[in-house]
């Protein structure tokens, strides 16, 4: 375990950075993907079940299409999937070790719903065939699958949601981090109606703009489609203004900064051009916006994953530079370890330790912090140990002055600059 | 025609939460982020560097309610030698020349009719930072927590502390 905590203790501030870019890239690929299966699967089995009610077969096909269009990629599942989320629950856990915060724990959970979210997806796709006879099974393998991915995605918004807020990270003991504070609910909405909104512009995008699509399509079932995608992504974008708001009305002070609100209003900018783009789309027969607006939208996501994770770093901060500033000190002692094998003591420099340490506290005529060199170092003459003991151990001796703060001087360092001093003081008498 | 009018709807909506958010922004600028100091005195130097404990400054901590920022006399024990040709440390002497106290900006404080004791939490072997973070990495000190209801229960709970509304409503 000792080993382990070293690890953690020396992530510098470089591996930091790193950590963070990844966790960007892996957030900015798996949740945008995830969103469309989501939101594909839901209405895949809201229109199954409406066809069932009422027998209609432009829902069955879409039913149908849906969620061929969301499983059409043999390798996404693993690629766009499992992969990401792996290496966030790794990045996740480097970056918030030692902190009490068991992210890894809560994304594991995550992961294992998604997992079982893929595997009813694909007994949902294979269970059309026979759906007419198992329609009850059927309808259930679709919404087990809603229910493992909803379930999993609004875990995932709440710790991320979590992260801001370092001082409940302790008292979270629940396997579930969810209604922990008021901040989760917003971000629920955000989430919901993200997937919602993405699902209907990636319907437009993938029904006519994209190469490989369908072009067979008869005009009623080409108007059914775009007017359900449209009208899905406008109501859907519409209502994030109001979560973004009511996010920020809980969002704790310590995260906040001038840019995290400037990128919120750019967020909004961008939703709102995104709106009137899919209003044009909605009432014209021309489909020439949806490739814009499905690539606006995954900017946008872009733009709100990069504003939490500037956020995240504000409520981090104090953490993130003590955790760069003990790295920094393991790199330099395993230099000066490599350096000073074989010349022992003798090869630290005791000029440079005073200077670099000692003078913002003492000289030797007077009185500054501590006290002047002349007055205390005679009682040390040839008892040179007891002076490097106090240097590395100080005690409280008088009491005109404040204690000598430990300064962390190592053995070598200690011996070098005792040597200095007592050198200077034969000089100086 | 009438996307036109839509536009314009959509402009005057997105607009209004544009205003909204500008207004948290400005309240958070004024009344939420780390205030400036009269002086720009640094934790990260004076705790992270020198490794001076808080009770040099903060010398009630452990005996009284209050934990008490350190009077000007307390700066001029170490500055009136030390780092005197800097900028900040001649504002200091200023301070101390004409007699006046500094004027720092608070950045704790809990409302009036709750009761907090430094004393008892520091004598139950609370760490600083539980409540006011690591001033070591902090060259201006910045609020950290919430310092909310919810924040002080927490901790009690799982600490088996009182959480008798009495304990901290007198």
Redo the contacts between chains.
């Keep these: 375990m000792g080993f382990l905590e070293n690890v953690a203790l020396s992530i510098s501030a470089e591996h930091i950075t790193l950590l963070k870019a990844i966790i960007t890239l892996m957030l900015v690929i798996h949740i945008p993907y995830v969103s469309i299966v989501m939101g594909g699967v839901f209405f895949s089995s809201v229109f199954s079940a409406l066809d069932k009610r009422e027998s209609n077969p432009i829902h069955l096909r879409f039913s149908r299409e849906l969620i061929e269009l969301v499983t059409s990629k043999r390798s996404a599942p693993a690629l766009l999937g499992i992969l990401p989320l792996f290496t966030l629950i790794l990045a996740f856990s480097q970056l918030y070790q030692g902190s009490g915060f068991k992210i890894a724990n809560y994304l594991l959970i995550v992961a294992l719903l998604a997992v079982a979210g893929f595997v009813l997806l694909y007994f949902y796709k294979g269970s059309f065939s026979n759906r007419d006879r198992l329609f009850p099974l059927h309808i259930l393998l679709g919404l087990g699958a809603v229910l493992a991915f909803f379930g999993g995605y609004i875990i995932l918004a709440s710790t991320t949601s979590l992260i801001f807020f370092p001082e409940k990270w302790p008292f979270v003991n629940t396997p579930f981090p969810l209604f922990i504070y008021e901040n989760e609910i917003p971000r629920h909405g955000m989430f919901l109606f993200f997937t919602f909104a993405l699902t209907g512009a990636a319907i437009l995008y993938f029904y006519f703009s994209w190469p490989e699509r369908k072009k067979d399509l008869d005009p009623d079932y080409a108007n059914f489609v775009k007017k359900f995608a449209a009208i899905l992504a406008l109501v859907s974008v519409l209502l994030q203004p109001i979560f973004i708001c009511w996010n920020l009305l809980t969002f704790p002070d310590a995260a906040s900064s001038e840019t995290v609100f400037a990128v919120w209003g750019v967020t909004l900018f961008m939703l709102m051009i995104i709106s009137m783009f899919l209003y044009s789309s909605l009432n014209s027969a021309n489909q020439r916006f949806s490739g814009v607006v499905f690539i606006l939208f995954l900017a946008t996501f872009i733009v709100m994953t990069v504003n939490d994770q500037i956020a995240a770093g504000n409520a981090n901060f104090e953490r993130e530079k003590l955790l760069a500033k003990k790295a920094e000190e393991i790199h330099q002692q395993i230099l000066a370890a490599r350096e000073g094998r074989q010349e022992a003591a003798t090869q630290v420099d005791g000029t440079e330790v005073f200077n670099r340490i000692c003078v913002a506290c003492h000289t030797f005529d007077t009185r500054i912090v501590g006290p002047p060199y002349m007055s205390v170092l005679p009682k040390y003459v040839d008892n040179e140990d007891a002076l490097i003991e106090f240097i590395m151990n100080p005690a409280k001796i008088d009491p005109d002055y404040p204690p000598m703060p430990n300064q962390g001087v190592k053995k070598a360092e200690a011996t070098a600059v005792a040597e200095y001093l007592m050198e200077e003081l034969a000089k100086r008498q | 025609m009438?996307?036109r009018i839509?536009?314009g709807i959509?402009?005057l909506?997105?607009g209004f939460?544009?205003v909204?958010?500008?207004g948290?922004?400005v309240y958070?600028?004024d009344f939420?982020?780390a205030p400036e100091q009269p002086i720009d005195f640094s934790h990260e130097l004076h705790v992270?560097q020198?490794?001076?404990?808080c009770t040099?400054c903060h010398q009630t901590v452990e005996r009284a309610i209050s934990a008490s920022v350190p009077p000007l006399s307390k700066c001029m024990?170490?500055h009136k030698?030390?780092a005197t040709d800097k900028e900040e440390v001649k504002k200091l002497t200023q301070y101390w020349e004409n007699q006046e106290p500094i004027p720092w900006e608070k950045v704790y404080s809990v409302p009036e009719h709750v009761y907090f004791s430094h004393k008892r939490h520091i004598k139950a072997g609370l760490d600083c930072s539980n409540c006011h973070?690591?001033l070591?990495?902090?060259a201006r000190v910045?609020?950290?927590?919430?310092l909310k209801m919810?924040?002080c229960i927490?901790?009690h709970?799982?600490r088996d502390a009182s959480r008798d509304c009495y304990t901290c409503h007198k």
């Design positions: 009438k996307s839509f536009n959509v402009f909506y997105f939460f544009a909204i958010t500008l948290f922004a958070w600028h939420k982020k992270g020198l490794k001076f404990a040099l024990e170490c030698a030390v973070g690591e070591a990495a902090q910045r609020k950290v927590t919430t919810g924040f927490d901790c709970k799982a």
